[in-house]
């Protein structure tokens, strides 16, 4: 009987050892910091089992989650929001979603200041970050783009990360800050947003992750969904300079049935990053810097948010910059820059980041 209580005595001591204090780590909806509920549901892993931080806790309570339960191993809890209404921040009624990807370096905290900025004044409903969160491989730089994150939902925006190629070289930290589902689905107002991970050194879609993604499409009926992924679906075609410095690169394997599911389930835009250029192609590939107003799902890539700015297709706008996606009763009604201030939106162009910077 001694022998049952010291084996009791040592394991909880080397569980209080490791896991104290407690800490939570959300696991879905991977969003960014602090932690946000979606219409849905939320999985957590603990340090303790059954043990939930304070923090945790209040927050749950305050988002109106109605139910906790637990998993038989006792460390992931699932806490299941009370479906509420939840609104658009416009009080006109539109919806607006902002794509950033391919994030300023280390050292340039200056360009993460105005868009902070910028956002206080376009006042998004969700942040969309589409990989290459931050260019660095340490603790401290994760920690910078965590703290951005939060600084941009306690602003009132949501924001949802995927990885890009750069998370590879710090692939754990990018795991320990934003979670081990590299892939994820989140809910949030009318919208469905599909997280995925074009995987790095294959620029592909998996098996799994493909059929995962074909069984979440099956459940999007009456949503607007959108995709994020860091690579490009299609062929820059007309690049200025081939592979563009290596930001040519597309997605690979299951590309073609992909497109066409998009195109089936009327996905309105899958959106990406990479190239640190801007380009818009149609379902069948072509680069549409003719005209914004075309049928079917938009395949969007967005410029760089503060690394090194690139021309990879024939547009010739180059520039820092985010997009703006507005959409009003389940139509994308915008998606493009005015850039000429002439009222008409400009094909492909993003929103500069810093103004006047649309004329290079």
Not at 67 to 79: D, E, H, M, P
Not at 131 to 147: M, N, S, V, W
Not at 274 to 280: E, L, T
Request: with cysteine; hydrophobic share 40%.
């Amino acid at each position: 009987m001694k022998r049952v209580f010291l084996s009791v005595f040592i394991t909880v001591a080397a569980l209080l050892a490791v896991g104290w204090p407690p800490k939570a780590r959300v696991d879905r909806p991977l969003t960014g910091l602090p932690l946000v509920s979606s219409q849905g549901s939320m999985e957590v892993a603990l340090s303790l089992p059954f043990v939930v931080p304070s923090e945790l806790k209040n927050n749950w309570k305050a988002e109106g989650f109605a139910k906790v339960s637990w998993t038989l191993s006792g460390v992931n809890a699932r806490s299941t929001a009370a479906v509420k209404a939840v609104q658009p921040r416009d009080p006109s009624g539109l919806w607006k979603v902002v794509h950033i990807a391919d994030l300023p370096p280390p050292g340039r905290d200056d360009l993460l200041k105005i868009f902070i900025s910028r956002m206080s004044e376009v006042k998004p409903d969700l942040i969309l970050a589409t990989g290459d969160l931050g260019y660095g491989d340490t603790a401290a730089d994760f920690d910078r783009i965590t703290t951005f994150f939060k600084n941009l939902e306690t602003d009132g925006a949501v924001v949802v990360a995927c990885p890009g190629n750069h998370e590879r070289k710090a692939w754990i930290q990018y795991l320990r800050h934003f979670g081990p589902d590299t892939w994820h689905r989140l809910e949030f107002g009318p919208f469905t947003i599909l997280s995925l991970d074009s995987e790095h050194g294959r620029d592909q879609f998996t098996p799994a992750q493909f059929a995962w993604f074909k069984s979440e499409l099956e459940q999007t009926k009456g949503r607007i969904v959108l995709v994020q992924v860091h690579h490009p679906l299609f062929p820059s075609e007309t690049a200025t300079n081939g592979e563009a410095k290596g930001s040519g690169g597309i997605i690979g394997a299951h590309r073609v049935e992909f497109i066409q599911l998009c195109q089936q389930k009327s996905v309105a835009a899958v959106l990406s990053g990479h190239w640190h250029s801007d380009a818009v192609f149609d379902v069948k590939g072509r680069l549409r810097d003719d005209t914004c107003n075309f049928g079917g799902t938009k395949f969007i890539v967005t410029t760089t948010l503060g690394n090194e700015i690139r021309r990879v297709t024939r547009w010739p706008k180059s520039y820092f910059g985010f997009r703006i996606l507005t959409f009003r009763d389940g139509d994308l009604i915008s998606y493009t820059a005015d850039l000429d201030g002439d009222g008409k939106p400009d094909p492909i162009a993003s929103e500069p980041l810093i103004a006047n910077a649309g004329g290079r």
